[in-house]
Nanobody
Framework: QLQLVESGGGLVQPGGSLRLSCAPSGGTLDYYAIGWFRQAPGKEREGVSCISSSDETIYYANYVKGRFTISRDNAKKTVYLQMNSLKPEDTAVYYC??????????WGQGTQVTVSS
């Protein structure tokens, strides 16, 4: 059982930046595709970005393209989501997901991101 721990959330002003981290509590993220999702109050969870297990394929949702960057540090066994030019509509709980196959996937507990002046 892989356990994921997200960190790096917080309160930031519009236009500011945050870097989220997703790390395993024991185990490794090798062989897993990693996705970042978010869920705002009263809304469904939506995809933000993902990176393939080989790091060759990266996807961004249109609403974060050009502002967010996903990356993987294999030495630190961590996947990052660098979020720049944050907007109030980016406010949500952000979750990372580790996907191996249809039968194997894990979620973290989430980290709150609040963008407000």
């Amino acid at each position: 059982q892989l356990q994921l721990v997200e960190s790096g959330g917080g309160l930031v002003q519009p236009g500011g930046s945050l870097r989220l981290s997703c790390a395993p509590s024991g185990g490794t993220l090798d062989y897993y595709a990693i996705g970042w999702f978010r869920q705002a109050p009263g809304k469904e969870r939506e995809g933000v970005s993902c990176i393939s297990s080989s790091d060759e394929t990266i996807y961004y949702a249109n609403y974060v393209k050009g502002r967010f960057t996903i990356s993987r540090d294999n030495a630190k066994k961590t996947v990052y989501l660098q979020m720049n030019s944050l907007k109030p509509e980016d406010t949500a709980v952000y979750y990372c997901n580790a996907y191996l196959n249809k039968a194997t996937g894990y979620w973290g507990q989430g980290t709150q991101v609040t963008v407000s002046s």
